[in-house]
């Protein structure tokens, strides 16, 4: 079996070098992959001295002031016993978990001084030292001279009487006491105690015990956990033994574990739990899924079970290897930061991304727990067996999982035609924030992701979903077939690119933004530009192409697929490309390209008549593609606001979801910018009108909507089509929403579809007062043993229209015996969502960051998610005034992985304002016209 490896020198004899440019890493990937696996690489020949970093001022020269490993030191095993205690000491009231760790390491360049990561842990003393050091080898090892913490750069610090010699091999031991908090990272506990369990990505593993704690310090560990009786232990290797042992007078029991793979820190897992599971194998693998014991017996891990056996062949052939380990575990954990966590071997999942209850679970549950594994098990390989070197190269191993959980989820559930939906759930997502000034590239400088709060900052939309969004036009203009074969040999020069690999894909991964491209269909002109969202935005960061991509360009004419163009410089002519009267371009087909596409009006108005006529002969995605574009377009100024509106008026004829759904994300933003003004009206009178034949459409389909419809698409704009014509005050919707809900209360049975449900407990409470709202909390506390149907109520509750309902629940977001500390910052943004509660959310945030800040400021994506929630109805001078005041006063407590989502709000609330002053009439004008037409 593969033994862990990651880009190495080997990768740069062949002219590679991590870090540098997105093919080469793609290559350097695909190369080591295919050529090495199996063999055992010294991870170690190559690594050069780390340089100073550029943006962290240090305090010091010192190497413990300094967040990067020295590299003189390697470890080569570990071997660790902790001891998780799920009641708390009886003096203290603290919950703790005992260590011990043995850790043999090689010296590779002499040197008098250990550091290794430890964070918040506290060390038993050997003759007044925090550890103890031996030799493995034939010299002896030299005495600890001093011992101490450092909390800054969170190593534990021992300086040497003499020095340790390159080529020998040394152990560190140590015993220690840590606290098991319910903070949701490194070794935690539940807020309610029925398990342990661990979150080591980034940083946390120097949490749990003393390690080297960077990604390319990979190791073998030997685990062993000791648990209370009636308790399972699981950790990445499979269980060797149980043993019943007694330890200061209790009975407890020891689970040894089978030493790992080679691996890094951040995959390592340990849990403990009463938890139930059920298993099957495949070709020898043996998969189980874990749960608390109620939801097991409700059947609800089956789905996930069911797709984890096909999903894990299906990657086995994409990655022409076998998975690299004999077991397969994945455990739903009540209280979990993110969505999901790729540890190698024992996947951890918040638990609504992995179980599945028919009577509780909407199909967007369904096709999230598909999707979730998908892209957990596209890490085993891509992440886990293969790593890379430093966390500056994050948005490849995330963009790469990201794009493959498409395809791993299709091939799971092969009706669903979920491939299509990158374009909503990336594409459109990440078009957002890559359209500012204040945007990033894909990937960083490695010295300048330094601190733990740096690195978290990388778990971000752009490594995520541009990640994935460019990954896919990669693997788009190579073929599928050649981006599979790691593009190892791949003969590119039968591909007729224009330009070496290398050259294109630079132009995508080392400048932020994308372009927008021009077509004249008048003149053949091709033409491209960098894409901002505010044309005035000032960009201050350097792009070493001067804001110009290499750009694949797949277009049709009046329907018909022509041959792909490549768009090589800033403006070009194509003979082609010029249409006569009767025809028409359309480009970016399907949405392939990272890029937006502006057209002469001739052409604009003959696609918005196509649409009008016969849109069908537009492929969906790019229906979408159109109406996203204009909107975006016009919100640059590129295009009129009236024109981007012009192109919602076939929707009377649409009855697909992903263009509806690209429609009232943009109509959202009208929602969020005018939902407070005279536009208000107009604009709701003009909308119900093209969601009326939509909502009667599947009233028809569903049987006076007492059913769901069978495709999965269908199924999707069935709730757009309920929550946007109740959202606009079609009677017959609230009526029948009412009506459901009015039923569940006085019955007590709920004969809501899981579908509905969302969006239909929403309506109620809003149009509801204290009765409904406290029935749905009352269910909510209640239905607290199905996450699933307690997440939807959660949701629900910020609907109400009640400011003092919604100040209530704000004050119940902070307190963990209300809300789930994992679910906090994200119910303060739904409350922010709705009209009523965004001041209301606003004021309770700026009140209390520093206590949010201290008390949720861990998570990686909830932070920037808080930020850009509560500011995303910006638009007023006031309103920017407040939000620069309230990053001036909260400098010192300082806004952590929501830093950058900061400075995309302000810039944000700057382009909002501009477009409201020059926007506000026209589209007043426009939907008053439209409403009152015919
Ligand atoms: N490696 C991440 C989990 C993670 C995120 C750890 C941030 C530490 C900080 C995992 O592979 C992941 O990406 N999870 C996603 C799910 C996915 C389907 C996008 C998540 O948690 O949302
Ligand atoms: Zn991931």
Not at 255 to 272: D, G, N, Q
Not at 395 to 409: H, P, T
Not at 895 to 910: C, K, M, V, Y
Request: aromatic residues 12%; proline residues 4%.
């Amino acid at each position: 079996m593969g033994k862990g490896f990651f880009i190495s020198k080997t990768v740069g004899i062949l002219g590679i070098i991590a870090g540098v440019g997105a093919l080469a890493t793609i290559i350097a990937l695909s190369v080591v992959y295919s050529q090495e696996k199996g063999k055992n690489n010294n991870q170690n020949e190559e690594q050069t001295t780390s340089k100073p970093p550029t943006t962290t001022p240090i305090p010091s020269n010192k190497p413990w002031d300094k967040y990067r490993l020295p590299k003189n030191l390697v470890p080569e095993t570990y071997n660790v016993t902790l001891w998780p205690r799920l009641t708390p000491d009886p003096t203290t009231g603290l919950y703790t978990f005992l260590g011990s760790s043995v850790v043999d390491f090689e010296c590779v360049e002499d040197t008098d001084l250990i550091l290794i990561h430890s964070n918040k842990l506290n060390y038993t003393e050997f003759e007044n030292q925090l550890a103890r050091l031996m030799s493995v080898s034939s010299v002896e090892a030299p005495a600890i001279k001093s011992s101490w913490l450092q909390g800054v750069t969170q190593y534990l610090v021992l300086e040497l009487d003499g020095t340790l010699k390159k080529g020998h091999k040394y152990r560190l031991y140590t015993e220690f006491i840590g606290e098991l908090a319910d903070d949701l990272g490194g070794f935690y506990r539940m807020y309610i105690v029925v398990m342990a369990t661990t979150q080591m990505q980034p940083t946390d593993a120097r949490k749990s015990f003393p390690c080297f704690d960077e990604p390319a310090m990979k190791a073998y560990f030997f685990i062993t956990l000791i648990h209370d009786r009636g308790t399972t232990a699981l950790s990445n290797g499979k269980d060797i033994e149980t043993t019943e042992i007694n330890h200061d007078g209790q009975d407890l029991l020891k689970t040894v574990f089978e030493r790992t793979e080679k691996m890094s820190t951040y995959l390592l897992a340990f849990i403990v739990s009463d938890y139930d599971s059920i298993g099957n194998s495949i070709d020898g693998v043996e998969i189980r899924i874990f749960a608390r014991r109620s939801a097991i017996a409700a059947g609800q891990g089956q789905y996930a079970l069911n797709k984890t056996g096909p999903i894990l062949k299906f990657f086995e052939q994409y990655y022409n290897a076998t998975y690299p380990l004999p077991k397969s575990d994945q455990i739903a954990i009540p209280d979990f930061n993110a969505g999901a966590m790729e540890n190698w071997g024992l996947i951890t999942y918040r638990e609504t991304a992995l179980l599945y209850d028919e009577a509780f679970s909407s199909n967007s549950n369904k096709e999230k727990i598909a999707t979730i594994i998908a892209h957990e098990l596209a890490h085993m390989w891509f992440g886990n067996l293969v790593t890379l070197r430093w966390w500056n190269d994050l948005w490849l191993n995330e963009g790469f999982a990201s794009y493959v959980e498409y395809l791993g989820a299709n091939n799971a559930e092969p009706e669903w035609n979920v491939t299509d939906l990158i374009v909503l759930g990336d594409i459109h997502r990440v078009f957002a924030i890559d359209a500012l000034a204040s945007s990033h590239p894909l990937s960083s400088k490695e010295e300048d992701i330094q601190t733990p709060a740096q690195i978290s900052e990388l778990f971000d939309a752009i490594s995520y979903s541009k990640g994935a969004s460019v990954l896919r036009m990669l693997s788009d203009f190579l073929t599928e077939d050649v981006f599979q074969l790691g593009l190892r040999a791949a003969d590119s020069s039968k591909l007729e690119l224009p330009d070496t690999l290398d050259n294109i894909m630079n132009t995508w991964v080392l400048q932020m933004g994308f372009p927008v491209v021009t077509i004249n269909t008048g003149t053949g002109s091709v033409s491209q530009q960098h894409f901002l969202l505010d044309p005035e935005a000032v960009v201050t960061t350097p792009s070493p192409f001067n804001y110009q991509w290499i750009i694949p360009i797949k277009w049709m004419m009046t329907g018909n697929m022509q041959n792909p163009l490549w768009l090589t410089s800033k403006s070009e002519t194509s003979e082609a490309m010029k249409a006569t009267q009767d025809q028409w371009v359309l480009a970016n087909v399907n949405m392939v390209g990272y890029y937006r596409v502006n057209y002469d009006d001739d052409n604009w108005a003959k696609l918005l008549d196509v649409l009008q006529s016969n849109h069908q002969l537009i492929p969906r995605i790019n229906r979408a593609q159109i109406l996203d574009d204009a909107f975006n377009l016009a919100r640059a100024k590129i295009i009129s606001t009236v024109q981007a509106l012009n192109t919602t008026k076939y929707l009377s004829n649409e009855r697909d979801y992903i263009p509806w759904k690209a429609a009232l994300n943009n109509l959202d933003f009208f929602y969020l910018m005018f939902d407070r003004s005279e536009v208000y009206g107009p604009m709701q009178d003009y909308l119900v009108k093209k969601v009326s034949p939509l909502f009667e459409y599947y009233k028809q389909m569903t049987d006076n909507s007492s059913k769901v419809p069978d495709g999965h698409m269908d199924q999707y704009n069935q709730v757009n089509a309920i929550s946007l014509a109740c959202r606009t005050g079609l009677e017959e919707c609230q009526n029948l929403v009412m009506t459901w809900f009015q039923e569940w209360m006085d019955t007590d049975t709920n004969r809501i579809h899981p579908n509905l449900r969302s969006t239909v407990y929403c309506n109620a409470i809003a149009a509801g007062g204290k009765k409904e709202w406290d029935f749905a909390w009352s269910q909510f506390i209640k239905n607290d043993s199905t996450a699933i149907e307690s997440d939807k109520l959660r949701y629900a509750l910020s609907c109400t229209k009640q400011p003092w309902l919604l100040n209530r629940y704000l004050e119940y977001t902070l307190d963990p015996d209300m809300i789930r500390k994992q679910d906090a910052t994200a119910t303060i943004v739904d409350i922010a969502s709705n009209v009523v509660g965004q001041s209301l959310a606003w004021d309770f945030v700026r009140a209390r960051w520093s206590y949010i800040f201290s008390q949720y400021g861990g998570g990686s994506f909830s932070f920037s998610n808080l930020v850009n929630g509560v500011t995303k109805r910006f638009s007023t001078e006031f309103e920017l005034q407040q939000l620069k005041q309230f990053k001036a006063d909260n400098s010192d407590v300082g806004f952590g992985s929501g830093t950058l989502a900061l400075d995309q709000s302000i810039e944000r609330t700057i382009a909002n304002i501009k477009w409201v002053e020059e926007n506000k009439e026209n589209v007043l004008d426009w939907f008053t016209t439209e409403a009152n037409a015919q």
